[in-house]
């Protein structure tokens, strides 16, 4: 759950400055997570460490790199349940309490806490280290490159001086995913208090009928372990004190129990505060007369309130109400054919590379809402809990991806066999549905981007019907599932037709048929008279061309801001002729960082925004375009 601060639970934010040092090779011998070396450097948290400071290694070297400070928990929370959150650290973690391994995290992307509440003693200090593993290969998602090659690279492996200087460079970090691999602890750490009993999950799941609003829930509680386990011999202070605040440790069994000071309460309230419909118990169902539906800007982003109370603990969540469904060739939101607008993003800036950012996010859906957009896909991995919050709340709509980027290694080798990602891909996706499973701006899930589905059809369907199936099941509201499919022969490809909605990222007018727009066009008529004769809906995931922002010329040649005005002016004239085709999302909202090469000028250019979100000639166009282009019913 989303760490809270109310009347019964407290938050220490271990943001700030921490003592930062790089592996020289030293550290496990060294044993630096129980010694850390005086000479360090100061880093902030959380941010990725990578262009903090000027030294190369930050930037290139595949490495383990120490966190380390000292905390002190306030005796203001003597009593309490203790919890270390971490919201992200990428991409593996593993962090020490005092030298001693408190737990250890495998991706990037997603949350993850250990309970320290019989560990620490408060008000005295303790040290934190945290060690971050910036390596990617063919287990981790994102995927790495084991191959040697670059990404962007231009080596031609036939020269045998380019092979045999490979071989010697020996193992690097090499991504098989575009974008930069900021690395560190990127997202918030915080110790959060709740009490010894406590909410530990709620899930909320609408349904719409004529009139009335059926809102069903359930609340999962939880129990310290300091009261459910046996601590017959712990010694501690800390947890003899906590014990003595607890009457009933008997009793703990994690659920609900009979007791009248630990039964849950449920009390939904709108927007203004007023109750709306109250409930007893673990799992019910409220009744909302004419609900206020959620919409999408610049409809009413309406929120209701649902505050849970538990013994002593309570926890309040925002949530819409608001029906998803795919049928008859369209993407439905409360009934009406929606089109989605907008991009594919990435949590990318200036030297917090990709570390948490409440300010431009901020900044961002901003100028989603001054462009006309209404949506945005999560490429290439789960974003930020704080961005939902805020879409939620700007009714921005939501693709929600997992961080299944480069699945895929070339023609030879079937990556559904050759990497070990199959359990490790449905843990993170499980854990992504966890957490994100509220919001109503989340409308639709993607299991990942741009896979091989061409190569080896078959082994790629059976990987991704079963995730498919498994995403179905473990989300409540049931959204739609989709993938996106890349750029490649799509008569091939079994996948991308069995999914809920047809997402697909084409280039044509840049990676293919270079410079000739009218080519591009003529590629999409022919296949989207492909796509049309299957009964799905459809859209355009990732379409895009670079432009380099002041390079200006009167004939529109590649690279120019005209260029890329001129590309989607005219491209999607051809996606308004086809009714089920359900919306455009460009590649990319702003330019990005990502590994060098030879077509990447400083980044990645193809963004709408430059990276510090001024718009390019592109921007003025979608604006236009969209302003005209309603949220509901635009192909009616
Ligand atoms: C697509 C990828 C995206 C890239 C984009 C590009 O999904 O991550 O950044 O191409 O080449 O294939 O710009």
């Known amino acids: 759950m989303y760490p809270q601060e109310n009347g019964s639970r407290g938050i220490i934010w271990l943001d700030g400055i921490w003592n930062f040092k790089a592996d020289d090779g030293s550290a496990e011998e060294a044993h630096w997570e129980r010694e850390f070396p005086r000479e360090c450097e100061g880093l902030y948290v959380p941010a990725s460490y990578n262009d903090q400071r000027e030294e190369k290694r930050y930037r290139f070297d595949r490495m383990k790199v120490y966190y380390h400070r000292d905390v002190v928990i306030p005796r203001v929370y003597e009593g309490q349940r203790l919890v270390l959150r971490f919201d992200a650290v990428a991409h593996n973690a593993e962090v020490y309490l005092n030298g001693e391994l408190l737990c250890s995290h495998r991706g990037g992307f997603l949350p993850f806490e250990a309970e320290i509440t019989d560990l620490v003693r408060v008000g005295e200090p303790f040290e934190l280290t945290v060690v971050a593993d910036n390596r990617i290969d063919h287990s981790t998602l994102p995927v790495g490159n084991e191959e040697g090659s670059a990404f962007f690279g231009s ?50 799941v609408t349904k719409v009928t004529e009139r009335e609003a059926a809102v069903s829930y359930e609340v999962k509680t939880g129990s310290s372990r300091i009261v459910t386990e046996d601590r017959a011999d712990t010694s501690t202070n800390r947890a003899v004190s906590a014990r003595s605040n607890c009457p009933d440790t008997e009793n703990a069994t994690g659920t609900a129990s009979n007791d009248p000071d ?12 007023a109750i709306v419909a109250q409930s007893e118990g673990e799992r019910g169902e ?26 002593s603990d309570e926890y309040v969540e925002e949530f819409g109400i608001r029906t998803i469904e795919v049928r008859d060739q369209k993407f439905l939101i409360n009934g009406k054919p929606f089109y989605f607008k907008g991009f594919g993003k990435h ?72 990497m070990p990602i199959r359990d490790y891909h449905k843990e993170v996706l499980k854990t992504m549905i966890a957490r994100d499973k509220n919001h109503p701006s989340v409308i639709l899930w993607s299991l990942g981007n741009e896979p091989d589905t061409e190569n080896f059809p078959e082994s ?142 400083d980044g990645n250019r ?30 009616e």
């Not at 917090?352 to 949506?375: F, M, P, Q, T, Y």
């Open 155 to 204: 080596d031609n492996a036939q020269v045998p001086a380019v092979r045999e200087a490979k071989k010697w460079r020996g193992e690097l970090n090499l991504p098989n995913f575009d974008f930069f691999n900021y690395c560190g602890i990127n997202r918030h750490v915080r110790i959060c208090s709740t009490p010894l009993h406590y909410i530990e999950d709620l899930t909320i």
């Open 262 to 273: 630990r039964r849950v309460f449920v009390t939904l309230l709108d927007r203004e505060g």
């Open 347 to 418: 949590e990318d800036f200036y030297i917090r590379g990709r570390g948490v950012n409440e300010l431009l996010n901020v900044k961002d859906v901003s100028l989603l809402h001054w462009i006309g957009a209404n949506s945005f896909r999560t490429s290439h991995y789960p974003y930020a809990e704080e961005m939902y919050q805020l879409c939620d709340r700007e009714g921005i709509v939501i693709i929600d991806e997992t961080p299944a980027v480069g699945i895929g290694a070339g023609a030879q080798t079937d990556p559904y066999k050759t």
């Open 460 to 601: 790629a369907l059976t990987y991704w019907s079963d995730l498919y199936e498994y995403a179905h099941a473990l989300d409540p509201q049931n959204r739609p599932v989709t993938f996106v499919c890349c750029q490649n022969d799509y008569t091939k490809d079994l996948v991308t037709r069995t999914m809920d909605v047809v997402c697909i990222n084409r280039y044509y007018g840049w990676y293919n048929l270079s410079g000739d727009i009218e080519a591009a066009c003529y590629a999409w008529n022919r296949e989207l008279d492909f796509w049309e004769g299957l009964d799905k809906p459809v859209m355009v995931t990732e379409y895009g061309c670079d432009a380099l922002p002041g390079n200006h010329g009167v004939n529109g040649e590649m690279f120019t801001e005209e260029y890329q005005e001129e590309y989607y002016r005219r491209i999607d004239r051809v996606f308004d002729q086809r009714s089920f085709f359900i919306g455009e999302h460009c590649w990319c909202f702003a330019d990005f960082g990502t590994i060098q090469g030879v077509m990447r000028p």
């Open 286 to 311: 409220l009744t909302v007369p004419e609900p206020r539906l959620w919409e999408p800007y610049p409809g009413d982003p309406y929120l209701y309130r649902m505050y849970v109370t538990y013994g």
């Open 606 to 635: 193809k963004g709408i925004f430059t990276r510090e979100r001024r718009p390019k000639l592109a921007a003025h166009f979608l604006k236009e375009r969209w302003e005209a282009i309603p949220n509901f019913g635009y192909k």
